[in-house]
C-alpha cells in the first residue's frame, strides 16, 4: 500500500469521512502486478477535500476530482458519483459532457466503467468491497463493462481503448459485447478531444505492451481513427513498437516523438513526392493534418520532423558533412530510424551497417572510413552568352 495514500485515508477518515482505495490499485494487486498509481474514493465533498489538504487542487471540467500532492507523488482523490442523475450533462450522441452528480459508494460502484476497476479496498478492516461482480471477472479474467455496454462506450468512447489496453496489460479476454462495439465506439472517437487522445496514445503504446496492442487494432476502425493516414500493415510500425516496448523493458528511455516518426513517415513521404499537393513544408503539413486528431505537443512534432530531415543526409553520406552530422542531436534518433527502415527496405541494409560500425570506430579508423566514400561531383556551372562573349 502506498503511505502518501494511506494518509489521504487516515486524515478524510479523522474527519469523520468514509474513504477507501479504489481501481487499479486494488486490480493490480489482486493480478500479481505492481500498482502505478493509488487512487482515492471518498463521501467528501470536493471543498472539504480541499479545505483538508492543503497541497491539493480540483482539476478537470467533465469530472471534477482532488488532486493531493506529496513530494512528487499525487494521490486522485474522487467523491463518491451517481450513474445516474439530472446532474450528468450529455450531448445528443450520449457522451458525458459534465458529471456533477455525487452519491453514495455503492452508486459510485455502478458508474464506473469496468468491474475490475470497481473494487474498493478499506484499510481499517482490510476488507475488499465488490457490488458488481468484479472479483468473479478477475478470477475469469475478463474484461466487462458495468451496465449496458453500448450506453457505456457512448457515455465516454474512449473506454474502447481502455478496454483494450487492460486486456494486453493483463491478458484477459475482452466480453464479447465490447468486441461488437468496437467499429461503432472507433467511429465515435473523432468528437474525443486531441489532447485527450494524446495522453490516451500515451498510455496504449509506451507502457510496454504496444507491439501486441497494435497487432490488435491495427486492421479496425481504432487504428483509423487515431492515425488515419498511416499503413497500419507497416513492417516499419511493427518493428518501432517492439523496439520501443523493448527499451521500456530494459529501462531505457523512450520518446513519443520517435513512435509519432514513425507513425506518420510514410504520409511525409507521400507529400514530399507529391508536388501536386503543393506543400511548402511537407513535414508541417503531415504534423498539421494529424492534430485534428491527436494533439502532438510541439517539441515531440520537432523530434519527429528533425527525424525525417535527417535521414537523406544519412543516406547520402557527404563526406564533407559528415563530422558535423554526427553532432546532430538528432543524430541518434536518425540512426536508430534508418536501422529500422533497412528491416524492411533491404536497399538501406549496407547503409545502415556502414553507420553501425562507423560509430564504433576511433577517429583514425573514421577518417579512413569517410576516405572510402566516392567524393560527390559538383555541378560545373554553366556559362551564360556574356560570359562566351567575354
Same mark, same amino acid.
Given at each position: ?9 487516515? !486524515? ?12 487499479? &490499485?486494488?486490480?493490480?494487486?489482486? &493480478? ?19 479545505? @483538508?489538504?492543503?497541497?491539493?487542487? @480540483?482539476?478537470? +471540467? ?6 493531493? /500532492?506529496?513530494? /512528487?507523488?499525487? @494521490?486522485?482523490?474522487?467523491?463518491? +458519483? !451517481?450513474?445516474?442523475?439530472? %446532474?450528468?450533462?450529455?450531448?445528443? !450522441? ?17 458508474? +464506473? ?21 468484479? $472479483? ?67 498510455? $496504449? ?11 490488435? @487494432? /491495427? ?10 493516414? &498511416? ?15 523493448? #527499451? ?42 494529424? !492534430? ?24 547520402? #553520406? %557527404?563526406? +564533407? ?19 529500422? /527502415? ?8 549496407? &547503409? ?14 573514421? %577518417? ?13 556551372? #554553366?556559362? %551564360? ?6
Amino acid at each position: 500500500m502506498d503511505k502518501d495514500a494511506l494518509d489521504v485515508i487516515q !486524515q478524510l477518515n479523522a474527519h469523520g469521512y468514509t474513504a477507501l482505495l479504489v481501481g487499479g &490499485c486494488i486490480r493490480d494487486v489482486m &493480478c500479481g502486478l505492481k500498482p502505478k498509481d493509488f487512487d482515492v474514493a471518498t463521501d467528501a465533498p470536493l471543498n472539504e477535500i480541499k479545505r @483538508i489538504f492543503r497541497r491539493s487542487r @480540483i482539476i478537470g +471540467r467533465r469530472f471534477p476530482i482532488a488532486h493531493v /500532492r506529496y513530494g /512528487r507523488n499525487l @494521490i486522485e482523490v474522487s467523491t463518491f +458519483r !451517481q450513474s445516474v442523475s439530472d %446532474n450528468i450533462e450529455h450531448d445528443a !450522441q450520449g457522451m458525458i459532457l459534465r458529471d456533477e452528480a455525487f452519491g453514495t459508494l455503492q452508486e459510485d460502484a455502478f458508474r +464506473r466503467d469496468f468491474s475490475i476497476n470497481a473494487l474498493y479496498f478499506d484499510p481499517k478492516s482490510q476488507e475488499i468491497i465488490d457490488y458488481v461482480d468484479g $472479483l468473479e471477472d478477475l478470477a475469469n479474467q475478463r474484461i466487462r463493462l458495468i451496465g449496458e455496454p453500448a450506453v457505456r462506450l457512448a457515455e465516454d468512447p474512449v473506454r474502447i481503448l481502455r478496454a483494450v489496453r487492460f486486456a494486453t496489460k493483463l491478458k484477459f479476454t475482452l466480453d464479447a459485447h465490447i468486441v461488437e462495439l468496437i467499429e461503432d465506439s472507433a467511429k465515435r472517437l473523432q468528437a474525443i478531444p486531441p489532447a485527450r487522445l494524446f495522453d490516451e496514445f500515451l498510455k $496504449l503504446f509506451l507502457t510496454g505492451f504496444g507491439e501486441t496492442i497494435w497487432h490488435q @487494432i /491495427r486492421n479496425t476502425g481504432i487504428a483509423r481513427a487515431l492515425f488515419p493516414t &498511416c499503413n497500419p500493415n507497416s513492417d516499419l510500425i511493427i518493428a518501432a513498437m517492439r523496439n520501443t516496448d523493448e #527499451r521500456i523493458k530494459s529501462g531505457l528511455s523512450v520518446t513519443p516523438g520517435f513512435l509519432i516518426a514513425v507513425l506518420l513517415w510514410e504520409d511525409y513521404v507521400a507529400r514530399a513526392s507529391d508536388a501536386a499537393l503543393g506543400d511548402d513544408d511537407p513535414a508541417f503539413a503531415t504534423l498539421r493534418n494529424q !492534430q485534428h486528431t491527436i494533439a502532438i505537443p510541439r517539441r515531440f512534432g520537432t523530434f519527429a520532423k528533425e527525424t525525417w530531415m535527417i535521414q537523406e543526409r544519412l543516406i547520402k #553520406r %557527404n563526406p +564533407r558533412t559528415i563530422a558535423r552530422l554526427l553532432q546532430h542531436k538528432r543524430f541518434r534518433a536518425g540512426f536508430d530510424f534508418l536501422c529500422l /527502415r533497412a528491416e524492411s527496405e533491404p536497399t538501406l541494409g549496407d &547503409c545502415a551497417t556502414w553507420w553501425g560500425t562507423f560509430q564504433e570506430q576511433d577517429e583514425a579508423g573514421q %577518417n579512413a572510413m569517410i576516405e572510402q566514400l566516392p567524393r560527390p561531383q559538383r555541378k560545373r556551372r #554553366r556559362r %551564360n552568352k556574356r560570359d562566351n562573349a567575354s
